[in-house]
């Protein structure tokens, strides 16, 4: 269950970090701080519950379930991300 929670964390911790960044390449300055904060709470989440599966691990390896989750959540979240703010907030012409 912790993992599934890690990686769904994950996909919104990178979908807010893909955000942010294109929040600064499209100078949306109203976007920037709201983004911020929620990254920082989303960030103590995902590594606070990796640092305490880490302890419990007995093998590097055994944390290949929260390796896959992190990776899959985070790359998905940066793809939705990437879309999200194409569609909704992108370049006003």
């Known amino acids: 269950m912790t993992t ?8 919104m911790f990178i979908f807010l970090k893909a955000f942010q960044q294109r929040n600064v390449s499209f100078m ?5 701080l709201p983004t911020s904060f929620t990254m920082g709470i989303v960030e103590v989440g995902v590594v606070g519950a990796v640092a ?25 979240g940066c793809l939705a991300s990437m879309y999200i703010h194409h569609k909704y907030i992108g370049v006003k012409k």
């Open 52 to 76: 305490l599966e880490a302890t419990k691990a007995d093998h590097f390896l055994d944390m290949w379930p929260m390796i896959v989750a992190i990776g899959l959540g985070g790359g998905l």
């Open 4 to 11: 599934l929670l890690v990686g769904t964390a994950n996909f």
């Open 28 to 32: 949306h300055y109203a976007w920037v």
